[in-house]
């Protein structure tokens, strides 16, 4: 009976080794190791030595300019793309969920550009923006440099390619959301004689709002690791690179280009209290006001 | 909160009026009609809406398609040309044939297939045994794989590109893939499968004399099938589409270069502008697939955890 007991609790041991190994050391080996990058500054040549600052790197790093700069894209990113993102895709899911013929071939539609990936979609929209490609000109928007050029409007086109791309993860799991809601309350508000609009408000969102802010918490850190569409709509020579140069961007160039890890380190700490602090603030503030049903 | 008001209203007005036979039923077939010719009205706005949100969300894959299909000049013309004329299918050949496109495709999908393969034999046999097997720390286990989760990769990825260039792993697929071989995220969604598999038939099998592995293969994994598929629709698409970490990794290296890093490599003249969407197309004939035809199994992958 024991050694059964024993017998067990070995395979459930091994069973568990690739997972555990892999995550010890690719996950959380470099995070400690990320510590101790951040502790040191990085050596200008291979071979010099690479002293340890402790974390006076990390402050110096946190209160630069580049870094506050850094910290307004970001902010500027992810409060546009993923509100944007979430609307648009609550309303096609509303519009979808409707018996009506033909939304089956809708809602693959509107899936779409959650497969879409988001260099690709950076590719679309470099086509789409660039300003000798005849469609803005046909628009009548002539911008020359394009807006992926504009140091005051690149921001906003890259949260916008980051919002459209965001919108079809939004729609399949708002359109699962509503599903799953019991349509006795939707049918009985509309025999109320409530408008569609008052059911939307009253009935609907509020009945939501658990897959709401589902989407709002991933959105957001899914919109904190974006960096496809920033990478191929803004070049490192482009003239809008710092206005576009979020937290993401700013590690892979201080890795990519600068090879300076012990500044990339310290960025990728404060990325981390960022994504931390933004998941908890969400929690708490829409914890509350979140409706989860009896 | 609203939901509450919505008690089942009274009957009808049109039914409680049983006195007035004709009048009532007069009454019922007008407030049917208002009824129907609401509901049509109501019919023709959600087809707009449909048409509406169709547009913004196919437009641009419509110029992706359309503009792949054009040459250099066409491109630029203005009025722009919604529909090509003399389509250049040239430019997909020329993807393959002057941007190596074959060998893109090729490494993303041996990139693909190892995270993928890899993912579903880590996590199913870690599920298994923290559902089905008992040994001491289980929990504790189990709370560090859940903590993985609230350590993304980009927070360390300057370390691992440290820790992969240490191991000479950098310009080879162990340094692309090896990383990503287990996940917290699967090993949840598995663990939610198992749970669901009844007491009665593990212990069925144990009287039939089932040992652990052949309950894993027997039992187990053909009830669990949907949520494996689940998983696997989930891991190529995340796979597929990663673009950070090849970038840091192959970029200035051809051999392991996969068609997402690929892409950034084209483009930025004119002159290349439809032979990048071209290959942008091509990134994404596979997805596509899977989204035609495994689209069940990536919605429950996505949605895992949304609803309650």
Redesign the interface.
Same mark, same amino acid.
């Given at each position: 009976m024991t050694l059964r007991r024993v017998k067990e609790a070995l395979l459930g041991y091994a069973l568990l080794v690739p997972a555990l190994a892999i995550f010890g050391v690719f996950t959380f080996y470099p995070f400690v190791y990320n510590l101790s990058l951040a502790a040191h500054q990085t050596a200008p040549y291979p071979g010099y030595p690479s002293p340890y600052v402790g974390y006076h790197q990390f402050t110096s790093v946190i209160t630069s300019s580049a870094f506050l700069d850094s910290l307004r894209s970001t902010a500027i990113f992810v409060v546009i793309a993923v509100p944007v993102g979430i609307i648009a895709g609550l309303a096609l899911a509303v519009f979808a969920n409707q018996k009506l013929r033909g939304t089956a071939v809708f809602q693959i539609i509107f899936s779409s550009t959650a497969i879409t990936s988001i260099a690709v979609a950076g590719v679309i929209f470099f086509t789409i923006l660039s300003p000798s490609n005849g469609l803005m000109q046909w628009l009548g928007i002539n911008t020359s440099p394009g807006i992926n050029e504009s140091p005051s409007w690149a921001i906003y086109a890259v949260a916008g390619v980051q919002a459209w791309q965001f919108m079809g993860f939004a729609f399949i799991i708002m359109i699962a959301g509503l599903q799953s809601l019991p349509e006795e309350v939707i049918e009985a508000a509309r025999i109320d004689g409530a408008s569609s609009w008052r059911v939307f408000w009253r009935v609907i969102v509020p009945l939501m709002s658990p897959t709401i802010f589902f989407a709002v918490v991933i959105g957001t850190i899914t919109a904190l690791q974006s960096f496809g569409a920033i990478n191929i709509l803004i070049g490192y020579q482009n003239v809008a690179f710092t206005h576009t140069n979020v937290l993401i961007n700013y590690i892979f160039d201080e890795i990519y280009y600068s090879r300076n890890f012990g500044v990339a380190a310290s960025l990728a700490i404060a990325l981390f209290l960022i994504t931390l602090a933004v998941t908890v603030a969400q929690f708490r503030v829409l914890e509350r006001r979140v409706h989860y049903g009896s | 909160?609203?939901?509450e008001?919505?008690?089942?209203?009274a009957a009808p007005d049109a039914a409680s009026a049983v006195g007035v036979a004709t009048a009532s039923s007069e009454q019922a077939e007008s407030a049917r009609r208002a009824k129907r010719r609401r509901r049509r009205r109501?019919?023709v706005w959600?087809?707009v809406?449909?048409v509406v949100?169709?547009i913004?969300?196919?437009f641009?894959?419509y110029?992706?398609v359309v503009?792949s299909l054009l040459t250099p000049s066409q491109?630029?013309?203005?009025?722009?040309?919604f529909f090509p004329k003399n389509p250049q299918w040239s430019n997909y050949s020329d993807a393959f044939t002057q941007y190596n496109w074959g060998l893109y495709m090729r490494n993303s999908f041996i990139q693909t297939s190892i995270i993928v393969v890899a993912q579903l034999?880590?996590?199913i046999?870690?599920a298994?045994?923290?559902v089905f097997?008992?040994?001491?720390l289980?929990r504790t286990?189990f709370v560090?794989?859940l903590a993985?989760v609230?350590?993304?990769f980009?927070?360390?990825?300057?370390?691992?590109?440290?820790?992969v260039r240490d191991l000479g792993w950098q310009g080879n697929f162990l340094g692309l893939t090896?990383?990503?071989?287990?996940t917290?995220f699967g090993?949840f969604l598995m663990r939610q499968a198992f749970l669901q598999i009844p007491r009665e038939l593990r212990e069925a099998a144990v009287i039939d004399g089932y040992g652990?592995m052949a309950f894993l293969w027997r039992i187990a994994l053909p009830l669990t099938r949907p949520v494996i598929a689940a998983l696997a629709v989930f891991s190529f !698409?995340g796979a597929?589409?990663q673009? @950070?970490w090849p970038? +840091?990794l192959a970029?200035n290296n051809q051999s392991i270069r996969t068609i997402?890093?690929g892409?950034?490599t084209i483009?930025?003249s004119?002159a290349t502008?439809a032979i990048?969407?071209a290959g942008?197309v091509i990134?994404?004939v596979p997805?596509?697939i899977? !989204?035609?035809f495994f689209?069940k199994n @990536?919605?429950r992958s +996505?949605?895992a955890?949304?609803?309650?």
């Open positions: - | 909160m609203a939901a008001h919505g008690a089942p209203p109501g019919a959600s087809y809406g449909l949100g169709a913004i969300v196919l641009p894959i110029v992706l503009d491109l630029i013309s203005n009025p722009p040309q034999v880590t996590s046999l870690a298994y045994s923290f097997l008992r040994f001491p289980r286990l560090v794989v993985t609230m350590i993304p980009e927070v360390t990825v300057t370390a691992n590109y440290n820790i090896v990383p990503f071989l287990a917290g090993i652990p !698409l597929w589409n673009y @950070l970038s +840091l970029d997402q890093v892409l950034s483009g930025g004119s502008a990048a969407l942008a990134s994404l997805l596509a899977l !989204l035609l689209r @990536l919605i +996505l949605t955890g949304a609803v309650k």
